[in-house]
């Protein structure tokens, strides 16, 4: 009797020796897969290493005659130069990734800079600025920020020195979060600070928010900075103005801290001085908010020399009562006679009336106190026609119904209105002294009221000059505590500049090639199966072709 | 033959050089990198911060401060394992162990046993300030035994703010090296003890039961 050649010992050793040699191949591929080394790999090492002992053990001879053989010595040179071009590969990718080495080969450049952003990068080397972008993401998001890395690894590499990107984990850094008002969600978004001479953020500046990862948002971010300086705005002073370094409630320093955060430079501009030289050239936009006294002819003549020249203007005028009970009427600007209503009136067909908007069925918490009840549509509030506006001791206006020829050469467009239910109480003098009282009569106006008006010229774009102005019928709506807690009236603010100025278009970026954020961030599935692919099924694939053909040849 | 030694001199220098090149990159940067990768998985995975806690049965005593305000609730285990509160100077009166909403207790003792922290930081005392440790707004004070019986040393944590996101408080192990960040309802189920009475309303049932008894008794 003879053992079948299957089950003697030379060929179960021949097995193992194949058996082990797979194990350990499969264990290598399973821990570059799973980056860890499971009961799988260690398993497999074991039965690798297990058979391969088998083999040694049962079949020295054959072991010997591996190792002697020429087919192990060309096999041996060949592991040698397949590990060795291995490294080479690895380790010359390792260079140019560190190298920071990009080439893109797509048809539309998604993956390169657009030109305005190279601008924008070149303008702010040209003024000087240094800049960090900070973006945050905490460990839920680091798949996002690894694909938002590579556009920005892009800015700082075009930005050299001028551009910093740092990242960081809102939780870990909670004081630096707390700097940057980060909220839940921000994580995921970047932020920009211009940083001094000595690496840190300017104190007491404020970060500009740039929003997700993608070109539009962080080169505008970037023109916003390189034009700090270019936008100047002027506040009136010298008629009891509202004051721009008031921190209270009722102060108005939020206007200035909004506009210093964008690198716009905020000034005071004394009307009276201004009637000698003129109101500066460098005006973005002149600015009357709450002004209690009227403005004498020649200081209305500056404003109208400014206006023609294309100036832009905005007026937020409250009544002639500012307050119920008062004992008499304390505000003059604007009252009916006076030198800057009559121009008003004159060169643009718009009266601010003598009165006050009483609303008592849309207001917050007193009739005084009205709630916008319709935004027009218009460039201003674009977005927001249903956010909320509230004012408190608003004026009335009004528009000339059949313009003369000089009122014609103006576009008025409403923008403001109050609810039907609400009225103007002209008789203002029943409010005054200790028993106030305002009830609806025959003389008052009923609503809507109209509370705020846009002017610019006729067919504006074919003019050279191009003046505009706003008039909005309260000057409270800008109080702080009303633009920190109302949305309607932080874009009323935010959106009127923005028309007067201009600022938005400057620093407005649109991308020529793709919008798109980079889609590159692909799910641990989508990884799962890549991984699989190309470290399993390939690999696999070659190496059973590798055995059938030596089986083949064996046999 | 020569061939075969010019190919073999040939792989050895360049593996040399390749050597050579690693030997040349920044070691202390390679392990900065690498140690940053590190723990960026670990972080992927939830720390569990008692792991020597196998059962809430193993906690005996449990107090609950809020330190701005001074309330606090002290509750132990009696020899059947029932919660009741001793009486404190200047604070809680006896509560035994009859007038104990035990479940609620229980659930809430509960938690320390699950506390699994989403992320943990090396711990330095000048950054309690940051995370709200300066003073902590909630001290959770608890005392275990293992499974043979044998005490642990009282454990401490101070609970600081919340995280930005919102998600988490950071919960600092008096005296430890490390700072954590333990999902919200975790703490909650714990913080419940000082905003929900942990005595037991009495029910008609129970009243009903109790009146039984007593007849039974007399």
Redesign the interface.
């Known amino acids: 009797m003879h053992a079948s050649p299957l089950v003697n010992r030379a060929a179960v050793a021949s097995w193992a020796s194949i058996v082990g040699a797979v194990a350990l191949a499969l264990a290598g591929l399973l821990f570059l897969l799973q ?1 860890e080394i499971s009961t799988w790999v260690f398993a497999l090492v074991v039965i690798g290493v297990g058979s391969l002992a088998l083999w040694v053990w049962w079949a020295p001879g054959e072991f010997q005659a591996w190792l002697a053989g020429r087919q192990t010595q060309y096999g041996t ?1 060949s592991i ?2 397949t590990i ?1 071009f291995v ?2 590969v690895a ?1 010359t990718y390792v260079l140019i990734d560190r190298a920071n080495l990009t080439v893109d080969l797509t048809s539309r450049q998604k993956y390169s800079l657009n030109a305005p952003t190279l601008d924008a990068i070149d303008r702010l080397e040209q003024t000087g600025f240094r800049v960090r972008i900070v973006g945050f993401f ?2 839920t998001k ?1 798949r996002e920020q690894e694909a938002a890395d590579l556009l920005l690894r892009l800015y700082e590499g075009e930005g050299g020195d001028r551009i910093e990107v740092e990242y960081i984990d ?6 630096i ?2 700097q940057y008002g ?3 969600a921000y ?1 995921g978004q970047f932020f920009l600070s211009v940083l001094a001479s000595d690496g840190e953020p300017i104190p007491g500046s404020v970060p500009i928010y740039l929003g997700g990862p993608n070109e539009r948002d962080i080169t505008t971010g970037l023109l916003t900075v390189a034009s700090a300086g270019s936008f100047k705005v002027y506040f009136t002073a010298g008629h009891s103005e509202a004051d721009l370094a008031q921190i209270e409630a009722t102060g108005i320093s939020a206007l200035r801290t909004s506009l210093t955060g964008q690198g716009i430079i905020v000034e005071p501009l004394r009307l009276l001085e201004a009637t000698q030289t003129g109101i500066p050239e460098d005006a973005s936009a002149v600015l009357i908010i709450g002004a209690r006294a009227r403005f004498t002819e020649q200081e209305v003549q500056a404003i109208d020399d400014y206006v023609q020249r294309g100036g832009r203007l905005a007026i937020f005028a409250d009544p002639p009562l500012v307050d119920v009970g008062e004992a008499t009427l304390t505000n003059t600007f604007l009252e009916e006679g006076s030198p800057f209503s009559d121009y008003l009136w004159d060169e643009f067909g718009v009266r601010v009336q003598p009165a006050v908007v009483v609303a008592p069925d849309l207001n917050l918490g007193n009739q005084f106190s009205p709630i916008v009840a319709m935004i027009a549509s218009h460039d201003i509030l674009t977005g927001f026609e249903d956010a909320q506006i509230v004012m408190r001791f608003a004026r009335p206006l009004e528009l000339v119904s059949a313009p003369d020829a000089r009122q014609g050469q103006y576009l008025r467009e409403p923008l403001l209105y109050s609810s039907e239910g609400a009225y103007a109480e002209f008789d203002l003098e029943r409010m005054t002294g200790s028993r106030p009282e305002t009830i609806l009569d025959g003389e008052d106006q009923r609503g809507p009221l109209l509370l705020g008006v846009t002017i610019r010229r006729s067919l504006e774009f074919q003019q050279e000059a191009q003046p505009r102005i706003v008039i909005i019928g309260d000057s409270d709506v800008l109080q702080n505590d009303y633009v920190s807690n109302f949305a309607g009236n932080n874009v009323l603010w935010s959106d009127t500049v923005d028309w007067l100025t201009g600022f938005s278009q400057a620093v407005r970026f649109a991308p020529i090639s793709d919008p798109t954020t980079l889609a590159l961030v692909v799910s641990s599935q989508q990884r799962t199966t890549i991984a699989t692919i190309t470290m399993l099924l390939l690999p696999g694939i070659v190496l059973l072709a590798g055995g059938v053909v030596w089986w083949y040849r064996r046999r | 033959m020569l061939k075969q030694q010019v190919g073999y001199s040939l792989l050895v220098g360049l593996a040399a050089v390749l050597i050579a090149l690693l030997m040349l990159d920044d070691p202390a940067e390679q392990q900065a990198l690498f140690m940053q990768v590190r723990a960026t998985q670990q972080n992927q995975q939830l720390i569990v911060i008692f792991p020597e806690l196998r059962s809430s049965t193993q906690i005996y005593g449990i107090e609950v401060l809020d330190v701005a305000t001074g309330q606090d609730v002290l509750l132990m285990r009696d020899d059947q394992g029932l919660w009741y509160a001793p009486e404190m100077p200047d604070g809680q009166a006896e509560i035994p162990a009859l007038q104990i909403d035990q479940p609620f207790v229980e659930s809430a003792v509960l938690a320390i046993n699950l506390l699994a922290a989403e992320q943990q930081y090396e711990f330095e005392p000048d950054d309690r300030s940051s995370f709200g440790l300066e003073p902590p707004a909630y001290r959770i004070r608890f005392v275990a035994r293992d499974s043979a019986g044998v005490s642990y040393a009282p454990v401490i944590l101070e609970v600081g703010d919340a995280n930005p996101n919102d998600t988490a408080y950071y919960v600092w192990p008096q005296g430890g090296t490390h700072l954590y960040l333990i999902p919200k309802p975790t703490i909650d189920s714990l913080l419940r003890m000082l905003s929900e009475p942990v005595q037991a309303l009495p029910t008609p049932a129970s009243s009903a039961l109790k009146s039984e008894v007593t007849a039974l008794l007399l």
């Open positions: 980056g040179t040698l130069v060795l490294a080479f380790f905490s460990r680091l809102p939780d870990e850094r909670p004081e979060a707390a980060y909220q839940p994580d």
